[in-house]
Nanobody, 125 residues
Framework: QLVESGGGLVQPGGSLTLSCAAS????????IGWFRQAPGKEREGISC????????NYAGSVKGRFTVYRDGAKNTVYLQMNSLKPEDTAVYYC????????????????????WGKGTLVTVSS
């Protein structure tokens, strides 16, 4: 099971850090993707990190503003979001896929093994 947390209301230009915690399995064997879905839009892959944390990848819409990283000791992956914009408003999901560390993840990869239920991020003044 994956559980996202850390969403909320933030002003434009602000920051939030989302967490993706796993229970029942260890994330160290999994690549993690972050996705979001805005109202009336399709789900969008925005970031990913491979299983050993050595490789990350970002969609152009968030590159330079968002950072994904993992803490093995806490069995948790984080998404640090800076310089937030109103268009970042969405439900954010994390997902996990079992993968070797040499596999380079892509934000466009959707065939994940586990999905969380999402956390809402609202960027508004």
């Amino acid at each position: 099971q994956l559980v996202e947390s850390g969403g909320g209301l933030v002003q434009p230009g602000g920051s939030l850090t989302l967490s993706c915690a796993a229970s029942g399995f260890f994330l160290e064997a999994y690549a993690i993707g972050w996705f979001r879905q805005a109202p009336g839009k399709e789900r969008e892959g925005i970031s990913c990190i491979n299983s050993d944390g050595g490789s990350t990848n970002y969609a152009g819409s968030v590159k330079g503003r968002f950072t994904v990283y993992r803490d093995g000791a806490k069995n948790t992956v984080y998404l640090q979001m800076n310089s937030l914009k109103p268009e970042d408003t969405a439900v954010y999901y994390c997902a996990a896929v079992h993968a070797v560390s040499s596999w380079k993840c892509s934000p466009n990869y959707y065939d994940m093994d586990y999905w969380g239920k999402g956390t809402l991020v609202t960027v508004s003044s």
